[in-house]
């Protein structure tokens, strides 16, 4: 599950993240286990769960939230939305939106990238 901080739409819980975590929990009780921040702050969206770890552009331990890889996409690449992992490979799309929800101009948006 993915925490980007404040809720929106809903009053704040003092539950809430205040920055960008990930958030394990059991799936049997529904309960929170661990929080684990996200490497250099920010928020997470389009998460995959692989048997090697949690992969968002970051891969944690799924364990202990321990960084084990860093994907660094230069500024003109794609924006990351809506990741998978298919066959060894990375997949996401281009959502093309800037921070604050407008367009970002990219003339990829909406296509689907891979990463080898």
Request: aromatic share 6%; net charge positive; proline share 9%.
């Amino acid at each position: 599950m993915a925490a980007n901080g404040k809720a929106v739409g809903r009053p704040a819980r003092p539950t809430d993240a205040t920055t960008g975590e990930v958030v394990k929990v059991d799936p049997r009780s529904g309960k929170t286990v661990a929080r684990y921040p996200i490497p250099g702050g920010g928020g997470v969206h389009g998460l995959k769960y692989s048997p090697e770890g949690l992969r968002v552009i970051h891969k944690l331990d799924g364990k202990d939230g321990r960084l084990l890889e860093r994907i660094t996409l230069a500024k003109d690449d794609p924006d990351p939305h809506g990741m998978c992992l298919y066959k060894g490979h990375l997949y996401y799309c281009d959502a093309g939106i800037a921070p604050g929800g407008q367009s970002n101009g990219s003339p990829s948006a909406g296509y689907v990238c891979r990463i080898d």
